[in-house]
């Protein structure tokens, strides 16, 4: 399997870019509604077109709703890059963690009928599910909001779970606690969840494409999808992806596949209260938010399945899906009835549509339709000034950054090397020798004072902390990668700097017995164990629950 190299894929772009504009309309549906619409459509249209090449995206499906049902339906660049093939709307995407809106619907219609009390504890109505805690039970509720202090797995493991803070007083998104929810609605219900979905949702609504399982039985329909050819290191954007593997997922955490005119009826039920599938008082406790969810945008909240933001005196509800190959966000705006659903079939590492769905709602709220955003240009940095100067290594390296015009440039071996933006303080350099971290920068109040890469520290002019540190002699064991050939789970690189093992930008903090917190906070839920100790190595590394194994590579 041949990756797909920057140069090719743009190759592709430029000689399609023509065809992307051949997405339609969808109807039958008032003329009046069509002409207002037209001028807002087409400026949507012009956005996600410059997006999909701005960001490297092989294709992308947007629905839009009202409260009356579908509004449009548009597609956009390619499901197969190398036969040319475009995406269809009835080309089923992965919608990802927007399925856990829909595990919540469920399990609240159950409530409406009687089979379930959300403030019981899970263990109750899963007496075999065994967790270690020393603070009160964990409800249904706290399952829902991603309250339950439980670790982050994908998937269940064999061991006891742990609880790391009272249920309730933090949030930490845990796709774990949605797979439980799972089981349970299975339980109660007593169908496959294929069936449970839709028997109560998909046919309620009138999704007759939906699937709530991914299967090989389904491929046919699946839209083509794609992953970066190295999962080892650090993604830039443009970066070479390539056909990414089959998947089978009946968790629920991320197991629906849809359409967009699908998802449009289903944010039609959103804008209409929850109605038909739940009642109004019902749909009320659903986008209660439960606990402060700010990674969902400022001011959010997280409710049952689904995060509410308060925007300019408007309710958005919104989520996002990520899958092995698939990107997808969901925003409803319900005062202004109308919602969007973008979904892209690669997988971007962290990359989300938000920006597709956001545009694409206010562009409907508004005529006309607001100017597009500025798109980011990950290469400009307008405070680059911030990060000039040397960074000295303790064995004498040094790093020498520059900046022109905007641009961050690593010198290396004579030569500029501009820097990408993954994230605040994080850059990608262009050079196989920092192929496997990024280059990330650490700040004292606001003065950057220090550089990393890996397991390479390098203190800056202004630095004035300590230059030498003890390191525990264990801790020689435990550095390295280790991998697990699952798709969802990759490599993981553990670096000793500074005294101290950090997995990515993340510390780990010492337990005892090699077991390790991953993050600062001691609210933390998720852990790292080293095991098999062998010719000072460890052999194995246990997250959470899922083990990985040491690779020389």
Known sequence: MHGITRRRFFSLTARTAAGLGAARLLGPFPLALADELAPGIREIDAFVQRHIREMGAPGLTLGLADRNGPIAVRTYGHTDVKTGRKVSPDDLFEIGSITKSFVALCLLQLREQGKLDVNRPIREYLPWLKIESAYAPITV??????????????????????????????????????????????????????????????????????????????????????????????????????????????????????????????????????????????????????????????????????????????????????????????????????????????????????????????????????????????????????????????????LVLTAADDRLELVHKGEHLPLERLAPDTFWVPDPAFALHPLAFERQGEKIVEASHGADWYAGERYTGPRTFETPSEYL??????????????????????????????????????????????????????????????????FSGIEFRRLDA
């Open 141 to 398: 509720h706290h399952l829902l909001t991603h309250t339950s202090g439980l670790p982050n797995p994908l998937s269940l493991p064999a061991a006891p779970l742990w609880t790391a803070h009272a249920p309730g007083e933090h949030f930490h998104y845990c796709n774990l606690g949605y797979e439980i929810l799972g089981l349970l609605l299975r339980g109660l219900d007593g169908r496959p969840l294929r069936d449970i979905f839709r028997a109560r949702i998909f046919e309620p609504l009138g999704m007759t494409a939906s699937e709530g399982v991914i299967s090989h039985d389904i491929r046919p329909r699946l839209a083509q999808s794609y992953w970066p050819v190295y999962d080892d290191r650090p993604f830039q954007r443009h970066g070479p992806i390539t056909e990414a593997p089959n998947l089978a997922m009946d968790n629920a955490a991320g197991c629906i596949a849809s359409t967009p005119r699908d998802m449009s009826l289903y944010m039609k039920m959103l804008l209409n209260q929850g109605r038909p599938l739940i009642s109004k008082e019902t749909f009320a406790l659903f986008t209660k938010p439960a606990i402060p969810a700010p990674g969902f945008g400022k001011d959010a909240g997280y409710g049952y399945g689904i995060a509410i933001q308060p925007v300019e005196g408007r309710t958005l509800l919104r989520h996002t899906g990520g899958m092995v190959s698939f990107s997808s966000a969901m925003q409803v705006d319900l005062d202004a009835g109308a919602g969007a659903f973008a979904s892209v079939n690669a997988s971007l590492q962290g990359y989300r549509p938000n920006a597709v769905a956001g545009y694409a709602l206010a562009a409907l709220r508004t005529v006309p339709a607001p100017p597009p955003p500025e798109f980011d240009d990950p290469y400009k940095v307008p405070n680059a000034a911030e990060y000039v100067g040397t960074y000295t290594a303790p064995d004498g390296r040094k």
């Open 477 to 542: 064991a435990y550095a390295g990668h280790y991998r697990n050939e699952d798709p969802w789970m990759g490599s993981a690189r553990v670096v000793l700097r500074k005294g101290r093992l950090w997995l990515g930008g993340a510390p780990l903090l010492p337990l005892g017995s090699g077991l390790f917190r991953i993050g600062e906070e001691d609210h933390e839920p998720d852990r790292v164990r080293f095991e098999e100790i062998v010719n000072g190595r460890a052999l194995r590394a246990v």
